[in-house]
T-cell receptor
């Protein structure tokens, strides 16, 4: 099956710093990738749709200037959390939808802790 | 607005018992998927159901899509500790071909 990787798997940073998370599609090219965040014991919340070669589409309530998304190639999307605060601490997960299907293949997630 | 509800929200059972998890909506979905997520990992796709009334089996797991394509169920027979995890149903968003809407999840704990 499809394989999606994320890096890093976990990161601890100080308040006010920026953190970049990478999502790579290893098995196929993806013009679209999705970024989610998940709080403990809760479901996934879609943050934004990453579009290769164009601007990301953000969900309502998600600050685009805080969560910068870059989809520079057909296999790589990055999410940068700028000026991180403790409330940004969460589990961030990306997914890749194979073309022609309704399914999503998820990365292993990145645990962000802001101190 | 398309919404998916799941019940129960939490479930703790003994090994060997059977259980059913439900996913419901007032909206029609072209397809529904079921995922399982273990702590600290990303969700893993279990199955996709597309046709109303469809039943799919995956070892001890049986998935059913409602005739009206508004609901789905997941039945686990003889649950094992390895079945422990968060079960999520998801449906294709009508407004976007690739986007999916997730239910709130059912957290299952199987006690040895």
């Amino acid at each position: 099956g499809a394989v999606v990787s994320q890096h890093p798997s976990w990161v601890i940073c100080k308040s006010g710093t920026s953190v970049k998370i990478e999502c790579r599609s290893l098995d196929f090219q993806a013009t679209t990738m999705f970024w989610y965040r998940q709080f403990p014991k809760q479901s996934l919340m879609l943050m934004a749709t990453s579009n290769e070669g164009s601007k990301a589409t953000y969900e309502q309530g998600v600050e685009k200037d805080k969560f910068l998304i870059n989809h520079a190639s057909l296999t790589l999307s990055t999410l940068t959390v700028t000026s991180a605060h403790p409330e940004d601490s969460s589990f961030y997960i990306c997914s890749v939808p194979p073309r022609g299907t309704y399914e999503q293949y998820f990365g292993p997630g990145t645990r962000l802790t802001v101190t | 607005t398309q919404l998916l509800e799941q019940s129960p929200q939490f479930l703790s059972i003994q090994e060997g018992e059977n259980l059913t998890v439900y996913c419901n909506s007032s909206s029609v979905f072209s397809s529904l998927q079921w995922y399982r997520q273990e702590p600290g990992e990303g969700p893993v796709l279990l199955v996709t159901v597309v046709t109303g009334g469809e039943v799919k089996k995956l070892k001890r797991l049986t998935f059913q899509f409602g005739d009206a394509r508004k609901d789905s169920s997941l039945h686990i027979t003889a649950a094992q500790p390895g079945d422990t995890g968060l079960y999520l149903c998801a449906g294709a968003d009508k407004t976007s071909y690739d986007k999916v809407i997730f239910g709130p999840g059912t957290s299952l704990s199987v006690i040895p």
